[in-house]
């Protein structure tokens, strides 16, 4: 359902809730207390993803007390991905703010964050430089981030963290799903949006427990090679595949040119270990290239022209009055 309302109000406030009902009142109070020091126009969506300990029931009270609050109950949890693309494609903003429900990120940082966006960022990420975590966390984070970085060329230190503001027409051009929203800035980097990092605030956990464990690492892993192939390969996945596949053939073909040399020499080499390796590198690389080459003829039959560019702007000459548009006179005779 393509909902996508156009902007009517200066900022927007998306929170994805999963089990978190110990926090949502202090969240909005201090939510409140923030936005409307600020003097705009907003509207806080709150995302319930199936939450199960109440959640739900509180949320409904705050938009009955609160007319700037509105709810949207996902049927079961869908996960952090999915809740974000509701909140999306429901927001009435100019600017839109996500944050988490555990109380973990300061509202008193959506300033800086607007601030940011007003400079001329489309979109500008958290940075819990310091960060009030077990080590069991920020270990594995400290790492997955490094990788990300290094592989899709964003200077960024912290892709994990969820406060992140954005301008509207950046939004409308991400599709959030799976795990993608840990690599929304990655999306939009990709897209030639302007992406910058904030230094924000990072407050103990209070209430509840964290959502994620160790195992997210490795899915965060699969979703960047994901990102990868959808973004700096979305047009040419035969390089994508291509490069390993052309490694792998070079490696396995040399080793059966050595075996072959060796076979003329007059040694033996049907049971030696390294001729399996090397059929078995040769055919993995003709399957890479094939793979690569079935995803170039899928992109020339699906890829539409308007997914492979992101117009910021256009200008045109004003049009002609009837006068001007006219011939000169010694050219109509």
Known sequence: ????????????????????????????????????????????????????????????????????????????????????????????????????????????????????????????????????????????????????????????????????????????????????????????????????ELVVTHRPRVHGRSKYGFGRFFAGLFDLLTVLLATRFRTRPLHFFGVPGLLLGILGVGILVYLTVLWFMGEAIGTRPLLTLGVLLTITSAQFIGMGLLGELLVRSTVESREVYSVAREVESPPLADDESAPPEEMRA
């Open 1 to 196: 359902m393509e909902l996508r309302p156009q902007p009517s109000l200066d900022l927007s406030v998306v929170v994805p809730v999963f089990d978190e009902a110990e926090s949502l009142e202090t969240l909005h109070r201090e939510l409140r207390a923030v936005l409307d020091g600020m003097g705009r126009s907003f509207e806080l969506l709150f995302v319930n993803d199936g939450s199960r300990d109440g959640s739900d029931a509180r949320l409904d009270a705050l938009a009955a007390a609160d007319p700037r609050v509105r709810v949207v109950h996902l049927r079961r949890n869908f996960g952090k991905s999915s809740a974000l693309a509701a909140g999306f494609d429901r927001v009435r903003g100019r600017f839109v703010i996500t944050l988490d429900a555990d109380l973990q990120d300061d509202p008193a940082m959506i300033p800086d964050f607007i601030v940011g966006l007003e400079q001329g960022a489309d979109l500008v990420s958290g940075w819990k430089k310091t960060r009030h975590d077990p080590i069991t966390k920020t270990l594995p984070s400290r790492l997955f981030n490094a990788v990300v970085r290094r592989s899709s060329g964003i200077p960024l230190h912290d892709f994990n963290c969820g406060f992140k503001a954005y301008r509207v027409e950046c939004l409308r051009e991400l599709e959030v799903y799976g795990g993608l929203h840990r690599y929304l800035p990655v999306l939009a980097g990709a897209r030639g949006f302007r992406v910058r």
